[in-house]
């Protein structure tokens, strides 16, 4: 029987870690690591993570090395506007910034996404002042975390007619509302919460519970 050479034996789990370890090459960490970044975003996964880095990858000259530039960028210019709370690239944003938008009339919004989507809808033609959240006894956050100090400010400042609510429709937002309404009672501003009820479009068998009754509650007249 022939004596058996090292390629005749199966190598142990030792040397085979050890042999995968040495064959990979050093990026790996990277692109590991850059998966574990992107994993932590919002509507990210680690699945879609792995999908979108391998995407990256694949696409070197047409989306990685942009995205690389257009990161770098934004972590060089973007701030947070000191008057409302928007993100933007200067101190003042577009909006506070734009004398057609001084209506007098102020948006109150949680965070920067609701502001944002508000004006995709682009029905708002005044200004607005980011929350950055809401009132929350479970995760003690109070009202000095939220720029409600600085709200009632900007309301005597900028001589602010109307106040408009557009706080999400939670237990929170609502807590948050009628601390805002209490704070803002003696400013002068008249203070008005976006409607409830049937969204556009919406059929009223789909709808819950407490949609439907808070639609019967915000009811109009129609002549
Ligand atoms: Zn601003």
């Given amino acids: 029987m022939a004596p058996k050479g090292p390629e005749g034996q199966r ?74 709370g928007n993100i933007g690239t200067a101190d003042l944003c577009d909006i506070c910034t734009d ?36 009132l929350s006894a479970l995760d003690a956050v109070g009202p000095e975390e939220l720029r409600i100090p600085e709200l009632a400010q900007r309301v005597s400042d900028e001589g602010i007619t109307e106040v408009i609510l557009a706080l999400n429709a939670t237990v929170d937002g609502l807590t948050t509302a009628h601390y805002i309404v209490d704070a803002l009672e003696n400013s002068g501003a008249q203070l008005t919460s976006l409607a409830q009820g049937v969204p556009v479009g919406g059929e009223l068998d789909y709808l819950d519970d407490g949609t439907i009754t808070a639609a019967l509650r915000a009811r109009k007249a129609l002549q």
């Avoid at 509507?43 to 696409?59: C, D, E, F, W, Y």
């Avoid at 989507?117 to 950055?132: D, I, P, S, T």
Wanted: aromatic share 2%.
């Fill in 11 to 84: 190598p142990s789990p030792t040397q085979l870690h050890s042999e995968s370890r040495q064959m990979d090459p050093r990026g790996s960490d990277d692109i590991q690591n850059l998966i574990a970044m992107m994993a932590k975003l919002p509507g990210l996964g680690p699945r879609s993570a792995r999908r979108a880095v391998l995407k990256l990858i694949k696409r070197r000259d047409l989306l990685l090395l942009p995205l690389a530039d257009a990161l770098q960028a934004v972590a060089t210019t973007a701030r947070e506007c000191q008057r409302c």
């Fill in 99 to 134: 004398p057609a938008r001084a209506t007098g009339e102020l948006c109150v919004v949680e965070d920067v996404s609701d502001l944002w989507a508000m004006e995709r809808a682009g029905g708002f033609k005044g200004r607005y002042h980011v929350l950055g959240g809401t």
